[in-house]
C-alpha cells in the first residue's frame, strides 16, 4: 500500500483540479480554454506552437523573426515555457496549442500540491498531514491566481522536489550521483519554464542554507558544509542543461529592459487577510476592498487567512525542537517580507522602506516582480499546516481535533465556482479558424493584426497558421517594442485616440515594418477600416475577416512623399 500511497494522492489531487477548475472547461474542450483568455494566454498557445516548429528545423529557438518584424525580437526575454513546450510537442502537433495549454493549466496545481505532498511526507512521515500540506500549496491563492492566465507561473511543481532532493542530500538518504543529477534535472527544467521563478528560487534557496547554518546545531552544519560541493554540482548542471536559455538573454540586449515596473506588482499586505474574487469566501464579498490592491488580479496571490495563519504558526510551536521546522518558518517569513516589495503596500497605499527596495537595485534579480514572490511564503506555510496536523506519537489524541482545523482553514481557500472565470469560449472568426483569411498570404509575408497586440488575438491567429507568415508587432511582452516606440501611430493602435495626421502615422508604421497585409477582426474594426483604404489599401472580408492588402514599395514611397 505504501507504494500505491504517491500514485492514488497524485489521481486525487488531478481529480480535485478537474472539479474545481477543470469541470467547465468539458462542455466545450475543442473551442474553450481554462481560464481568462486574452494577450498572455495568446501568447502561450503561440509558445507552444513555436516550439513544434523549432523541432521541425522550421523557426530559431531565442531570436524569432516571426514577430516584431522586420526586427525580430529575442524569445529568451519572453514568457516562451520551452521545457513543458517540449514535453508536450506532440500533443500540440496533433491536438493544437489550446490541447496542450488546457492540459498544463489543468496538471498545474495538482503537481503542485502532489510534490508538495512527497516533501511534507518525507518531512513529516504522516500521509494525512503531507496531503493536507500539499494541497495547502497546490491549491494556494497563489496557484489559482496564477492558473488564471499565467501558467509559467503556475508550473512550479519543480520546487517542493528541489527542496527534497536538497535535504536528502544534506541527510545522505539519497546517493550523492543520483541526487545531483536529480538535482540538475530540477533546477534546468524551472530555468526552462520561467526564468524568473528559478532566479527567486536561488535567492530564497541561498537564503534557508544561511539560515540553517545558522540556526542549526554543529551535526546539521557539518552535514551542510559536507553536502554543500553536491548541492553546487547539481545547481551548476541544472544551469547548464538551461544555458542556450540563459545565454541567449544574456549575450543580447534585453528588448523590454527600462520598461518593467516591479515597483507596481508587490504583494498588498491586506490581501494575506483579505481575500479577491477568485476565492470562493471572497467572491463579490469583498471585491470593493481587494480592488484596492496594488497589482492586478492575477498577481494578488497572498491570501491565506486568519485561519491558516494560526495554523500554520501552531505548526511551528509544536516541532520547535527540530531545527528545520525553525528555518521553514524564517524562510516562509523572510519571502514574505522580500514580496512586500521596496515599500509597505497596504490597500493600495505605498508606506515605508522594505527590504526589497536594495535586491531591485540588482542586475538580472530586480527585474523579478516582488508580489511572486510568496510562492516560497506558501511551500514554508503549507509544510507548517503539515507539522500541525502531523502525528507525534500514537497516543496523540488531538490529532483529529488538528486534523479537522486544517481542513477548515483549507476549504476557506476554495475557489469561486462561477465557470465564468475558469473557462473562457473562443470566438475564432471563421476565416481564421478555416484558414480561408490566410490562404492568399505569401509565407513570410509581413501582417499586421488588429485589435493590435494585447487587445487582439493576432498571435493566437499566427499560432494557428503554424508561423507561416510574419507580424508586425506582437504580444510578446507587456511592452512597446523598441523600435516603433517613437511612431505617432503607436498610442492609437494600444486603443488611444489618433494622432493629428493619422493617415500619414499610419504609412510611416507600414512603410517602417513592410506591412504587406492587414487582418482584423471584423467583431472590431475600430477607426481602421477607413483609414487603411485611404491610404491605399486593397480590401476583400473572408470569414469575419477585413483583409488590406499593400505594396510594400508603394508605400514606402508614399510616406518618403508624404
Do not use: C
Given at each position: 500500500?505504501?507504494?500505491?500511497?504517491?500514485?492514488?494522492?497524485?489521481?486525487?489531487?488531478?481529480?480535485?483540479?478537474?472539479?474545481?477548475?477543470g469541470?467547465?472547461?468539458l462542455?466545450?474542450?475543442?473551442?474553450?480554454?481554462?481560464?481568462?483568455?486574452?494577450?498572455d494566454?495568446?501568447?502561450?498557445?503561440w509558445?507552444?506552437?513555436?516550439?513544434?516548429?523549432?523541432?521541425?528545423?522550421?523557426q530559431a529557438?531565442?531570436?524569432?523573426d516571426?514577430?516584431?518584424?522586420?526586427?525580430?525580437?529575442?524569445l529568451?526575454?519572453?514568457?516562451?515555457?520551452?521545457?513543458?513546450?517540449?514535453?508536450?510537442?506532440?500533443?500540440t502537433?496533433?491536438?493544437?496549442?489550446?490541447?496542450?495549454?488546457?492540459?498544463?493549466?489543468?496538471?498545474?496545481?495538482?503537481?503542485?500540491?502532489w510534490?508538495a505532498?512527497?516533501l511534507?511526507?518525507?518531512?513529516?512521515?504522516?500521509?494525512?498531514a503531507?496531503i493536507?500540506?500539499g494541497?495547502?500549496?497546490?491549491f494556494s491563492?497563489?496557484?489559482?491566481?496564477q492558473?488564471?492566465?499565467?501558467?509559467?507561473?503556475?508550473l512550479?511543481?519543480?520546487?517542493?522536489?528541489?527542496?527534497?532532493?536538497?535535504v536528502?542530500l544534506?541527510?545522505?538518504?539519497?546517493?550523492?550521483?543520483?541526487?545531483?543529477?536529480?538535482l540538475?534535472?530540477?533546477v534546468?527544467?524551472?530555468?526552462?519554464?520561467?526564468t524568473?521563478?528559478?532566479?527567486t528560487?536561488?535567492?530564497?534557496g541561498?537564503?534557508?542554507?544561511?539560515?540553517?547554518?545558522?540556526?542549526?546545531?554543529?551535526?546539521?552544519?557539518?552535514?551542510?558544509?559536507?553536502?554543500l560541493?553536491?548541492?553546487?554540482?547539481?545547481?551548476?548542471?541544472?544551469?547548464?542543461?538551461?544555458?542556450p536559455?540563459?545565454?541567449?538573454?544574456?549575450l543580447?540586449?534585453?528588448?523590454?529592459?527600462?520598461?518593467i515596473?516591479?515597483?507596481?506588482f508587490?504583494?498588498?499586505?491586506?490581501?494575506?487577510?483579505?481575500?479577491?474574487?477568485?476565492?470562493?469566501?471572497?467572491?463579490?464579498?469583498?471585491?470593493?476592498?481587494?480592488?484596492?490592491?496594488?497589482?492586478?488580479?492575477?498577481?494578488?496571490?497572498?491570501?491565506?487567512?486568519?485561519?491558516?495563519?494560526?495554523?500554520?504558526?501552531?505548526?511551528?510551536?509544536?516541532?520547535?525542537?527540530?531545527?528545520?521546522?525553525?528555518?521553514?518558518?524564517?524562510a516562509?517569513?523572510?519571502?514574505?517580507?522580500?514580496a512586500?516589495?521596496?515599500?509597505?503596500?497596504i490597500?493600495?497605499?505605498?508606506?515605508?522602506?522594505?527590504?526589497?527596495?536594495?535586491?531591485?537595485?540588482?542586475?538580472?534579480?530586480?527585474?523579478?516582480?516582488?508580489?511572486?514572490?510568496?510562492?516560497?511564503?506558501?511551500l514554508?506555510a503549507?509544510?507548517?499546516?503539515?507539522?500541525?496536523?502531523?502525528?507525534?506519537s500514537?497516543?496523540?489524541?488531538?490529532?483529529?481535533?488538528?486534523?479537522?482545523?486544517?481542513?477548515?482553514a483549507l476549504?476557506?481557500?476554495l475557489?469561486?465556482?462561477?465557470?465564468?472565470?475558469w473557462?473562457t469560449?473562443?470566438e475564432?472568426?471563421?476565416?481564421i479558424?478555416s484558414?480561408?483569411?490566410?490562404?492568399?498570404?505569401?509565407?513570410?509575408?509581413?501582417?499586421?493584426t488588429l485589435?493590435?497586440?494585447?487587445?487582439?488575438?493576432?498571435?493566437?491567429?499566427?499560432?494557428?497558421?503554424r508561423?507561416?507568415?510574419?507580424?508586425?508587432?506582437?504580444?510578446?511582452?507587456?511592452?512597446?517594442?523598441?523600435?516603433?516606440?517613437?511612431?505617432?501611430?503607436m498610442?492609437?493602435?494600444?486603443?488611444?485616440?489618433?494622432?493629428?495626421n493619422?493617415?500619414s502615422?499610419?504609412?510611416?508604421?507600414?512603410?517602417?515594418?513592410?506591412t504587406?497585409?492587414?487582418?482584423?477582426?471584423?467583431?472590431r474594426?475600430?477607426?481602421?477600416?477607413?483609414l487603411?483604404?485611404?491610404?491605399?489599401?486593397?480590401?476583400?472580408?473572408?470569414?469575419g475577416?477585413?483583409?488590406?492588402?499593400?505594396?510594400?514599395?508603394?508605400?514606402?514611397?508614399?510616406?518618403?512623399?508624404?
Open positions: 500500500m505504501r507504494r500505491l500511497e504517491p500514485p492514488l494522492v497524485l489521481l486525487g489531487y488531478g481529480l480535485a483540479s478537474l472539479v474545481l477548475i469541470r467547465h472547461l462542455r466545450a474542450p475543442a473551442d474553450a480554454v481554462i481560464g481568462s483568455f486574452g494577450a494566454q495568446g501568447f502561450f498557445a509558445s507552444l506552437v513555436h516550439w513544434v516548429e523549432v523541432l521541425r528545423l522550421a529557438p531565442f531570436l524569432s516571426r514577430i516584431d518584424a522586420p526586427v525580430g525580437f529575442n529568451a526575454w519572453a514568457t516562451t515555457i520551452p521545457g513543458p513546450a517540449l514535453l508536450l510537442a506532440p500533443v502537433a496533433l491536438a493544437g496549442p489550446l490541447a496542450s495549454y488546457n492540459a498544463l493549466a489543468l496538471a498545474a496545481p495538482a503537481l503542485a500540491a510534490t505532498y512527497l511534507a511526507r518525507h518531512l513529516t512521515g504522516d500521509p494525512v503531507a493536507l500540506g494541497w495547502a500549496f497546490g491563492s497563489y496557484l489559482l491566481g492558473t488564471l492566465n499565467h501558467v509559467n507561473l503556475a512550479v511543481w519543480a520546487l517542493p522536489l528541489i527542496v527534497l532532493v536538497a536528502r544534506i541527510e545522505g538518504s539519497v546517493r550523492r550521483q543520483r541526487g545531483v543529477l536529480a540538475a534535472a530540477l534546468g527544467l524551472q530555468y526552462l519554464t520561467f524568473e521563478v528559478a532566479a528560487a536561488t535567492l530564497v541561498v537564503l534557508a542554507l544561511g539560515l540553517a547554518v545558522a540556526l542549526g546545531g554543529a551535526d546539521l552544519r557539518g552535514r551542510i558544509v559536507r553536502a560541493p553536491w548541492l553546487g554540482a547539481g545547481y551548476a548542471l541544472g544551469v547548464l542543461i538551461a544555458s536559455l540563459i545565454l541567449a538573454a544574456l543580447r540586449p534585453n528588448p523590454i529592459s527600462g520598461r515596473r516591479p515597483d507596481l508587490p504583494l498588498d499586505l491586506a490581501n494575506v487577510l483579505v481575500p479577491t474574487r477568485i476565492t470562493w469566501l471572497g467572491g463579490g464579498r469583498f471585491a470593493e476592498r481587494s480592488a484596492e490592491f496594488a497589482g492586478n488580479l492575477t498577481e494578488q496571490l497572498g491570501y491565506m487567512g486568519p485561519l491558516l495563519l494560526v495554523v500554520a504558526a501552531l505548526g511551528w510551536i509544536r516541532w520547535r525542537d527540530r531545527p528545520i521546522t525553525t528555518v521553514i518558518g524564517l516562509a517569513l523572510a519571502a514574505g517580507v522580500l512586500l516589495g521596496g515599500r509597505l503596500t490597500d493600495g497605499v505605498p508606506g515605508g522602506w522594505m527590504p526589497w527596495s536594495e535586491i531591485e537595485r540588482l542586475p538580472l534579480i530586480g527585474l523579478a516582480l516582488p508580489g511572486r514572490i510568496v510562492v516560497y511564503a506558501w514554508g503549507a509544510l507548517l499546516v503539515a507539522l500541525f496536523a502531523a502525528r507525534r500514537d497516543a496523540d489524541r488531538l490529532r483529529p481535533a488538528r486534523v479537522g482545523v486544517a481542513t477548515l476549504v476557506l481557500l475557489p469561486v465556482q462561477d465557470g465564468r472565470w473557462r469560449p473562443l475564432t472568426p471563421p476565416g479558424a484558414g480561408s483569411a490566410t490562404a492568399d498570404i505569401a509565407d513570410d509575408a509581413i501582417v499586421l485589435p493590435y497586440s494585447f487587445r487582439g488575438n493576432g498571435m493566437y491567429w499566427q499560432a494557428r497558421d508561423m507561416r507568415w510574419r507580424q508586425a508587432g506582437s504580444y510578446s511582452a507587456a511592452a512597446v517594442p523598441t523600435a516603433y516606440a517613437n511612431l505617432p501611430i498610442d492609437a493602435l494600444y486603443g488611444g485616440s489618433l494622432p493629428p493619422a493617415p502615422a499610419l504609412l510611416d508604421y507600414l512603410a517602417l515594418t513592410g504587406e497585409w492587414v487582418l482584423i477582426d471584423g467583431r474594426p475600430g477607426p481602421w477600416t477607413g487603411l483604404r485611404e491610404v491605399g489599401g486593397e480590401r476583400s472580408d473572408v470569414g475577416v477585413v483583409r488590406f492588402r499593400f505594396d510594400p514599395a508603394r508605400v514606402r514611397a508614399q510616406a518618403d512623399g508624404a
